[in-house]
């Protein structure tokens, strides 16, 4: 049979000089059928509930045989697994040898919300998420989070930004424990050993904000790891215009784990564009070549994160973000031309000009209460964000001409959710809550010649219901919300918006690796206070913008038809998409006969895109990992009685080889053809983004890449009656980096150990 290995066995608080080890030994089976169940947890706690043995048994015949299990006295012994009652065995103090013989377990009344399907032992698939539980073979030859996520099937991390996003989907939002602060995390904050399980979730709660399609979950142990972690990284481009600093330490403790953290970003890339204004009826053309040679951004943040484990039912977290020296100083230097009659005149030479200072603080506090069983629980997640900002935004001309204005402005924003969810039964779950967000903005602009002030309001509620009916999952939700946004003392009636939308999700196992899914959305994108704004904003001296507060919100109506593949090194995801938004919201551009733009946001017709997008992953040979995804939709524009139609094409891919000596090496590139906007199109783009080789050593990891190889510039246009606006645009990121990466831990770790049974006799 198998050799019975033990996964993350660990030691949870450092127990020396015992004079007495135990011996336990026994089977895991279903109670129903005695059938033997694989990756049960077993647990041995002391009689003041210290745990001291933890392990995740593989043996396929779910037998075990520990030695020299740390025990001294009394205590208990608990046996878990997804789908299944806990068992709990009791230990008396005299008992130095243990045979349980058959542990029969009994299946858990709340197994829907626990496990809907396993695709192997360590991957549970449910109808909006899969669950990977994470164990000492997945830490194999990982240093930082980033590493682990790029083992999850569905998961991509760009290897050079650190960001992970869930394949096939525009937006993921990465939390920490569910914990929502705004934003997601930066993954350089947690440490590998640390986690638990991940949730990849394709079909966030109704509650989650519309700006993100999906959603990674990272859950960390209840049982913090004793001891100092820590982890520093610095980036960089030898040309000296990208530099990104980190530094970390985590601290554990029996019940509390503090992460204390700094982050510096720096980027000065050049940039070249140029815009062309063509009057098809005079062939008068305006045109201007813009270069910024060094237009530099700074940061610099300070990071603290607190999890405290009160006790096995009441868990609290604080998290902070402190961005202070947040700085900008982008110029870009502008040549004009105007032609008229073939006769071409250069015009006066302008800067335009953008500088600021930033603080900016996010501070979150987060409860969590397991009323009964794990997915019986509460929660309340606060939000509080203040900013206080001088930002100057000038266009200035060689003659003396200045547009644009300075603005100084303070905001305070808080955002409440609270959160209910509770297995009812084996067939029916309840995730429901209700959410407040008020935002008061006070901004001053041109010292005093006009205001920027608005209060927001937004409230929702919302649940979702989870029915489980002859293997078919059905997930029913609905959220009611509305916004209203006053403007401050110009005379103005606040701009109210509602929304009522609604989810439905049906998912069908096939078998064990395949789930196909069908889900229809609906989702509001509210206008920013930004584009209702009832104020000018002149940027130049033929370019001006105007805010519209008549503008509503732009719903979008999606249905999908969704195949998932997934097994040990290979995972496909497949989907069928018809989406449908009206009233669009699009920034207008009209001109006038000498060719000045006026920009203001209108709700003006609606949009179609139907098609078929690919994702996924696969290991080739052992050692090559090809990741990427592709999509070919088909757009339809209906605006102003004028339908456009064009199909596009769409692809992301990766290659990562791994090498001898701990060596790996990759590169990944893009590329699209002509995309429709909602008032031209853009041209087809493509990017070869980086090669690189990466190198490990004990503590230390090396990355060189050579990044922006072969980029194209952004080439659009906008038509508008008989003026055609040509753009470019092209960011210099071409460089040779550098980034080394130094962690280290201390105290516990879970590691893989053989474990000497006596079952390889028996069954020889």
């Not at 040309?239 to 970003?265: C, M, P, S, T």
């Not at 004009?336 to 071409?344: A, R, V």
Request: charged residues 20%; hydrophobic residues 35%; neutral net charge.
């Amino acid at each position: 049979m198998k050799k019975l290995l033990i996964l993350s066995c660990c030691m949870l608080s450092f127990l020396s000089g015992y004079s007495k080890d135990m011996r336990i030994r026994g089977s895991v089976v279903d109670s129903l059928s005695l059938l033997p169940l694989g990756y049960a947890t077993f647990q041995v706690f002391d009689s003041n509930n210290n745990n001291v043995f933890n392990a995740i048994l593989t043996d396929s015949l779910g037998f075990f045989d520990f030695r020299n299990v740390p025990l001294e006295g009394n205590g208990y012994i608990t046996i878990s697994h997804l789908g299944y009652e806990k068992k709990t065995i009791n230990i008396a103090a005299q008992q130095r040898e243990l045979a349980l013989g058959q542990i029969k377990m009994a299946p858990s009344n709340f197994a829907l919300s626990e496990v809907y399907v396993i695709a192997d032992a360590k991957t549970l698939i449910m109808p909006d998420k899969v669950v990977h539980l994470v164990d000492s073979a997945m830490l194999a030859n990982v240093s930082v989070t980033a590493d682990l996520l790029q083992k999850i099937p569905q998961v991509s991390v760009n290897e050079l930004t650190r960001i992970a996003r869930i394949q096939g989907l525009e937006n993921t939002l990465v939390l920490v424990n569910g914990i929502n602060t705004g934003a997601s995390v930066d993954l350089r904050a947690i440490n590998p050993n640390d986690v638990f399980k991940i949730e990849v979730i394709t079909v966030p709660s109704s509650g989650v904000d519309i700006g993100y399609d999906g959603v990674i979950n990272i859950i960390l142990r209840e049982d913090p790891r004793k001891g100092v972690s820590g982890d520093s990284e610095i980036s960089f481009l030898l040309n000296g215009r990208h530099l990104d600093a980190y530094a970390g330490v985590i601290l554990g403790f029996e019940k509390v784990r503090v992460n204390l953290a700094y982050r510096n970003y720096y980027r000065a890339y050049a940039s070249e564009g140029t815009e062309i204004r063509t009057n098809t009826n005079t062939q008068d053309v305006y045109k201007t070549k813009t270069y910024a040679k060094r237009p530099w951004e700074t940061s610099n943040d300070i990071r603290l994160n607190i999890d405290y484990y009160i006790d096995k039912k009441h868990y609290l977290n604080l998290t902070t973000k402190t961005d202070f020296l947040v700085q900008c100083n982008k110029k870009w230097e502008v040549q004009p031309s105007k032609t008229s009659n073939n006769i071409t005149e250069d015009l006066t030479k302008f800067t335009q000009q953008v500088q600021y200072n930033y603080f900016v603080g996010n501070y979150t506090l987060f409860y969590k209460y397991k009323i009964k069983e794990e997915e019986h629980y509460l929660t309340a997640n606060f939000n509080l964000n203040v900013m206080d900002t001088d930002e100057n935004t000038n266009t200035l001309y060689e003659s003396g001409e200045i547009y644009g204005g300075k603005e100084q402005a303070e905001k305070l924003a808080g955002n409440l959710r609270i959160d209910y969810s509770n297995t009812l039964n084996n067939w029916l779950k309840i995730n429901a809550g209700v959410q407040c967000y008020n935002q008061n903005f006070d901004g001053v602009l041109n010292n005093g010649l006009g205001n920027n002030n608005f209060n927001e309001l937004r409230y929702n509620g919302f649940v979702d219901l989870y029915l489980t009916v002859m293997g078919l999952t059905c997930r029913l939700g609905i959220k009611a919300e509305e916004s209203r946004t006053n403007f401050r003392g110009l005379g103005t009636d606040p701009v109210v918006q509602q929304s009522l939308l609604p989810i439905l999700l049906l998912s069908k196992q096939i078998n064990r690796h395949s789930t196909i899914r069908v889900l229809y959305r609906k989702t509001s994108h509210y206008p920013s206070a930004w584009q209702l704004a009832p104020y000018s904003i002149q940027y130049d001296s033929l370019t001006m913008f105007q805010g519209n507060p008549l503008l509503q919100a732009q719903n979008r109506h999606s249905l999908q038809l969704s195949y998932n593949f997934a097994k040990p090194g290979i995972n496909l995801s497949a989907y069928l998409v018809y989406n449908y938004r009206e009233p669009l919201i699009l920034s207008r551009r009209t001109y006038d006969n000498d060719l000045f733009c006026t920009i203001m946001p209108k709700n003006l017709g609606q949009r179609e895109t139907f098609g078929l997008s690919l994702s996924g992953s696969s290991v080739i040979l052992g050692f090559m990992e090809l990741q990427g995804d592709m999509e070919l939709y088909r757009d339809i524009y209906k605006i102003e009685n004028i339908t456009r139609s064009n199909w596009f094409f769409t692809s992301n891919l990766s290659l990562t080889v791994g090498l001898p000596w701990s060596m790996a090496m990759g590169t990944w590139g893009s590329y699209s053809t002509k995309r429709l906007t909602m008032q031209g199109h853009i041209e087809p783009q493509y990017e070869l983004d980086a090669i690189f080789v990466m190198k490990r050593f004990q503590n230390l990891n090396v990355f060189l890449a050579l990044r922006s190889i072969v980029k194209s510039n952004e080439t659009s246009y906008v038509f508008s009656d008989n003026i055609v606006r040509q753009s470019t645009f092209q960011v210099k990121t071409f460089g040779l980096g550098f980034r080394i990466n130094y962690f280290f831990n201390t105290g516990k770790r879970y590691k893989m150990e053989k474990i000497d049974t006596l079952h390889e006799m028996d069954k020889k």
